[in-house]
């Protein structure tokens, strides 16, 4: 089993929806919670971290389920500039960092 | 301006021969990393330093091999025992501790001719 497992997609919605990812991690003693935007042919950039409480930057919310071992990200009135791959980020300890595999996500007009 | 540095951006190798990737940060990081993406795939881990004079393997080590002589540089080296060498290679940094974020370089396109 991956450390870090997201569904690769792609979605594909239409602007202004709202779109959900899901990313599970297998550690359960994994520290801290990230999620990166990719665009294609290019390094991934930090969109958000993603702590217990849950946190909203704009439109985009995140949330963590320990219990579950499960974190997400909420894209709510989506633009065509949010057409990316969306990384989910786990720090298994203080230095080991996994990234998922990746969610595709395409907006049309 | 603070960040990390790879170099070159693109390189061309043949068979048989081994490249080395340059990864410079003067971000005052003390751990770095070596990811490869390969196309339409998630990154997975090379290598990782999280001191000077100190590494460890990540996930696919096998036909690599890294050094960290220096706390700002990280070099990567493909050797030819590495069988599928073609791949998009991403240096990090990043300081220790749970809040804190990882930062990418502009990644090395490498591609075996």
């Known amino acids: 089993r991956k450390e870090v497992e997201q569904d690769p997609g792609p979605f594909n919605v239409p602007e202004g929806a709202t779109v959900a990812f899901n990313c599970t991690y297998s550690n359960s003693a994994s520290q801290s919670f990230f999620w990166y935007r990719q665009d294609c042919r290019k390094e991934p950039k930090l969109l958000m971290s993603v702590y217990s409480s849950g946190n909203e930057d704009g439109r985009f919310t995140a949330q963590l389920n320990r219990a579950s071992q499960y974190i997400s990200l909420l894209i709510r009135d989506s633009k065509l500039s949010d057409s990316a791959t969306y990384l989910c980020v786990v720090r298994s300890s203080a230095s080991k960092i996994i990234f998922g595999s990746g969610t595709r996500l395409s907006i049309r007009p | 301006d603070g960040g990390i540095t790879q170099s070159p951006k693109y390189l061309f190798r043949k068979e048989g021969q081994n490249v080395t990737l340059s990864c410079e940060q003067n971000?005052?990081?003390?751990?770095m990393y070596w990811y490869r993406q390969d196309p339409g795939q998630g990154l997975r881990l090379i290598y990782y330093?999280?001191?000077?004079?100190?590494?460890q393997k990540g996930d696919i080590a096998e036909g690599y091999s890294v050094s960290r002589e220096k706390k700002e540089s990280f070099p990567l080296t493909v050797t030819s025992a590495q069988k599928n060498p073609t791949a998009f290679y991403l240096c990090?940094?990043?300081?220790?501790?749970?809040?804190?974020?990882?930062?990418f370089g502009e990644g090395s396109w490498l591609t075996v001719v």
């Open positions: 330093s999280q001191i000077v004079n100190d590494f």
């Open positions: 990090a940094s990043s300081t220790p501790g749970h809040r804190n974020t990882i930062y």
């Open positions: 971000l005052n990081h003390d751990a």
